[in-house]
């Protein structure tokens, strides 16, 4: 039987992520949205691309929880975007409502899956995901850390007119103004980048990979970035449905690592068929533990906005 993905919001995010997924025909998936027939009619649309492209996969949308039923995986992309000029921790009060109320739909109609969040502010999504499913920490996992280091590797192919599958990079941390890219760790094909760039240039691009999205959010005038959000999210399922164990920067439940406690932060961690099924803890400088605490500490002041 193949596995079976659900994904929750069938907006820019979710249906390009549909799409990604089902072109990779591993799997069947539905999409749900709360709006009447939108996602039915963008997965029949997407299933009649099937034969073009040569998958099997199945999709089928939905307005009804019981459609998702005991999925192996499922993607929370519903929720409000950002605006033009608003913080990702402007929304969490917008969003904890919609998180809240879809989580418990999902914990009720697919008890084992493994939860992947999406929607933002992501760390704080997540940690309301991982509070209310009651899932252990290994099964809520939020997209955040993928995206933040594919940017990043981005600039620096560009900046060094090198291909962008020699630059390996980590950024960690919280998903938003206090992400903290590891620039000492970066390299272009094993080659650190400061022997490469001088350490303004690369500070330059640290900058402009904490305002990534929103950079894209000001070009775009409405809505936010999902062409490399969704690439990030097919990344983690290709290693969970694939049981690759790739390691990649995603926001997890800290129990103790890093000297952070029942918070959701970025840190490396080991992707396979059981979700997180490792934190990898990397020595980190005095002051990346301190950028790292910061963002910790951004992320506890959101949960705290939520109360939970
Ligand atoms: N249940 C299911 N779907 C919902 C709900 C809900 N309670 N509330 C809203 N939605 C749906 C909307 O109907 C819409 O189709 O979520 C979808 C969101 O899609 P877009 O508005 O296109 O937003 P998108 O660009 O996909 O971003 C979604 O991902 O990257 C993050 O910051 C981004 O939090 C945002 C999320």
Do not use: W
């Not at 193949?2 to 997924?21: C, E, H, M």
């Not at 594919?150 to 560009?158: E, G, N, P």
């Not at 970066?186 to 691009?205: D, F, K, N, Y």
């Amino acid at each position: 039987m193949r596995s079976k993905i659900t994904v929750v919001g069938a907006g820019f995010v979710g249906s390009t992520l549909t799409q990604r997924l089902v072109e990779r025909d591993y799997a069947d998936v539905v999409m749900f949205d709360i709006i009447p027939n939108m996602p039915q009619g963008k997965a029949l649309d997407m299933l009649q691309a099937g034969p073009v492209l040569g998958y099997d996969s199945l999709v089928v949308g939905t307005n009804d929880y019981a459609g998702t039923a005991n999925s192996d995986i499922v993607v929370i992309t519903s929720g409000f975007p950002r605006k033009p000029g608003m913080s990702r921790d402007d929304l969490v009060k917008k969003n904890q409502e919609i998180i809240g109320q879809v989580t418990q739909e999902v914990a009720k109609n697919s008890p084992n899956c493994i939860i992947i969040m999406v929607t933002n502010p992501l760390d704080a999504m997540a940690q309301l995901a991982h509070h209310i499913s009651g899932f252990p920490r290994n099964r809520v996992v939020g997209m955040a850390g993928v995206l933040d280091t594919a940017r990043f590797r981005t600039f620096i192919a560009q900046e060094l007119g090198a291909s962008v599958r020699d630059v390996q990079a980590y950024v960690l941390g919280g998903h938003g103004d206090t992400m903290v890219p590891l620039a000492r760790m970066c390299t272009v094909a094993g080659v650190p980048i400061s022997q490469l760039m001088a350490a303004e240039r690369i500070e330059q691009i640290v900058q402009r990979t904490r305002d990534g999205g929103a950079e894209i959010v000001k070009l775009l005038g409405t809505g936010s970035a999902y062409f490399a959000p969704s690439a990030s999210v097919l990344q983690m399922v290709d290693s969970i449905l694939l049981d690759k164990k790739m390691i990649m920067p995603c926001a997890a439940y800290l129990q103790g690592e890093y000297g952070i406690n029942g918070l959701f932060v970025g840190v490396p961690v080991k992707l396979g068929a059981q979700g997180i099924e490792q934190i990898v803890e990397v020595e980190l400088s005095e002051s990346e533990r301190a950028l790292l605490k910061k963002s910790a500490d951004a992320v506890k002041e959101l949960v705290e906005v939520m109360g939970i």
